[in-house]
């Protein structure tokens, strides 16, 4: 025994299977009880229509593909943006300038991520 500093992620779909000792119920039932005593109503705005559980639900839905796919267009898009930044480069106009800097940091991440 000892300190728990994690879990194997699998280990979450188990929740719903492994029962109580002490009352009828399963684990992911007693946590959800302790969730809402300690937090009243923000389970229920997470279930809400549009709340975080539908993005969640859409978000597991995604495929590696069509992540790279929306990271090529975003990809273009700051490149796009980046050229009309530098036709400006001339201006002393201080947002642009920062403006630029902040792309341009933007366009080295989305790069690093292609990869």
């Given amino acids: 025994r000892g ?3 994690g879990f194997a992620i699998d280990a979450l779909a188990q929740l ?15 946590i959800t009880e302790q969730m809402e005593r300690r937090y009243p ?3 229920a705005e997470v279930f809400e229509q549009h709340g975080e559980a539908e993005c969640i639900n859409r978000s597991a ?3 590696l593909r069509d992540l790279c796919t929306e990271l090529d267009g975003l990809r273009a898009g700051l490149k796009r943006l980046g050229r009309l930044l ?3 480069e001339a201006s ?8 630029r ?10 790069d690093a991520l292609q990869g």
């Fill in 3 to 5: 300190r728990a500093d």
């Fill in 16 to 30: 719903k299977t492994v029962k109580m000792s002490s009352q009828p119920g399963t684990l992911i039932d007693f």
């Fill in 41 to 43: 109503g923000e389970l």
């Fill in 61 to 63: 839905r995604r495929t």
């Fill in 86 to 88: 530098r036709a400006d």
């Fill in 92 to 99: 002393r106009d201080e947002a642009l300038s920062r403006h």
């Fill in 101 to 110: 800097e902040m792309l341009a940091m933007c366009a080295a991440d989305a």
